[in-house]
Every structure is written in C-alpha cells, then in structure tokens.
C-alpha cells in the first residue's frame, strides 16, 4: 500500500530539496530506498541528463533513482530572485518615530497583496520600541502570532523573550518584526514571491527604527536582509555591513526549541551583537 506523507513534512522535504539545489547539489539517493516512498518524492532528475542506464546506478545496483508521478509531484520550478532592497530611506528623528511606523501600517492596510493574506486571521506588523538600539527579524507569524496580531508570543517568543532579558534588556526595549506579516499555511517558509512582496514594509520599518545591531533569526531573515542565499553556517558569527546599521545572524527560536543543543552557540552570536550594543551580560554588569 503506497505511504502517505502529511502536507507540511511533504513542504519541509520540497524546501530542504530546493535549498540543495540552489548549492548545485542535485543526486541525493545513495542507498536502497523503499519503492513505496518513490511517489511522495519529486524529479531530481528532470532536468538532468538520463542515466537510468547509466551503469552503477539503479539498473544495476538497484540503488534509487527518482520517479515521478506526474499526477501528484509536479517539478519544483527553480528559485525566484530575490528582490533588490529599497534605497536607505533618510532617518527619522526620535520623537516622529511611532507616527511613521504608523503611517507604514495604514498603508499595508488589510492588505491583499500576496496569496497569504487569504489564511491570516490578524496581520502582525512589528512590536516594540520605534526607537530601539536592537531589532530581531524572523520568518513569519506562527499559529498563536496569528491569533494575537504581535511578533514572538508563541513559545518561540518565549525564548525569544528569555534571550533578550539574557542580554540585560526588557522585550519593550527592542524592535521585534518579521520578513512577511500573515502566517505561512502550516508555517511553511514564505515563497519568494510572498516574502518580495512583504519586504519592502520590512525594510521602510527598519529605516524608520534604525537599530545600531540587527539580529536575523534563521535564514530566511537573513537571507531577504542580505538579499543573498547562503548556509546560515556561513552567515553566523560575524557583524554585516547592512543600511548603514551592524547585522548579526543567528539560530531562530523555534529551531533552538527543536535543538536545544544549538542555544550555545545562539548566545555567543548574541553575545557579539551585546558587544556591538556595548552591553554586558547581567551577571558580569
Ligand atoms: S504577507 Fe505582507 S504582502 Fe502578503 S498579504 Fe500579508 S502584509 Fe500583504
């Protein structure tokens, strides 16, 4: 009997195969697999030369190669670009900070301007101080974000709440917002076409509070901050030049809840971004 796979792994699996993809890496399938996975799995091979009859591969090794069906698993069409960001708008004084937050939320309205807006229950904009030294952007609103209309009140946010008073500072001090403002469909990653979409508000928001330190929580924030794809191993551990302002990237809350073993490594990027804030950690202060 053919085995199922829920939607939402199906998506995580689709989203780890592009991302592999994007690093050039197209043969995954070295050891046997069993024939009743074939039809949840897309074409690696589409656009790749045949070698079904390749000797060493699957004809006579019986090792897998891919198939698709046709019916269900339609290619994965390549990466959109990601959109150029914005010219740095000029900065706004302190005391006109909120009203031109504001004047950015007014504009987004309810707004319908990608596909995401059809499952949202609340928009979440952004959450904090419009004059924070330290902003966090994430990926996009979870289930209880959604319910809410704030940023990070989940249990991410829990441990996004926990990080921040780690660092010596209350969550009403920093700036909190994400790359796209209506929760993905089963918290899938935004879709490139969603996530240029949304960005722009991301980035007005950002001149407007101007941190001195940004954080990017997980790669998705870091990689519409940056406007490149890289491995998030490749993006953590130092300070980006970014709009004038210093970017550091580290580990998302959620992931840190899936892997606790990473929080370590978390608080020494957090730790660069308190250097950076002149912040000592409250035990040392
Ligand atoms: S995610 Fe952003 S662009 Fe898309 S509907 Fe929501 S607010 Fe609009």
């Known amino acids: ?9 199906r998506e995580a699996v689709l989203e780890r195969i592009r991302f592999y993809r994007d ?23 589409a656009s790749e030369p045949d070698v079904s009859n390749t000797p ?41 900070r909120a009203s031109a937050l504001q004047l950015i939320r007014d504009e987004i309205g309810d707004c319908t301007r990608c596909a995401l807006h059809s499952g949202r229950n609340k928009l979440v904009f952004g959450d904090g101080s419009p004059s924070a030294r330290l902003m966090f952007v994430g990926e996009g609103p979870g289930a209880d974000e959604d ?22 500072l209350k969550r009403e001090e920093v700036y909190i917002a994400n790359v796209v403002k209506c929760r993905p469909p089963g918290n899938r990653t935004p879709e490139p076409d969603e996530a240029n979409t949304c960005t722009p508000f991301l980035f007005r928001q950002i001149d407007v509070v101007r941190p001195q330190v940004l954080v990017a929580l997980g790669a998705t924030a870091a990689t519409y901050l ?43 990027d957090l730790q660069i971004a308190m250097r950076e804030l002149g912040l000592k950690s409250p035990a040392k202060a």
Do not use: C
């Not at 053919?2 to 939607?7: G, L, Y």
């Open 56 to 96: 060493g591969l699957a004809s006579e090794t019986g090792e897998f190669i891919p198939q698709r069906d046709s019916q269900e698993d339609p290619p994965i069409p390549p990466r959109k670009p990601i959109s150029i960001p914005p010219k740095i708008a000029s900065v706004v004084p302190s005391a006109d």
């Open 147 to 168: 319910a809410q209309g704030l940023p990070f009140v989940g249990k991410a946010g829990q441990l996004l709440n926990n990080m921040i008073a780690a660092m010596g």
């Open 226 to 268: 940056l406007g490149q794809r890289q491995p998030l191993a490749g993006l953590r551990g130092r300070v980006h030049a970014f709009r004038g302002m210093h970017l550091i990237v580290t580990y998302h809350p959620a992931y840190l809840l899936r892997d606790p073993r990473q929080k370590k490594e978390a608080w020494a």
């Open 23 to 45: 690093l050039g890496l197209t043969e995954f399938y070295r050891r046997p697999v069993d024939a009743s996975m074939h039809h949840v799995l897309p074409d690696l091979s």
């Open 1 to 9: 009997m053919a085995r199922t796979i829920d939607p939402g792994t």
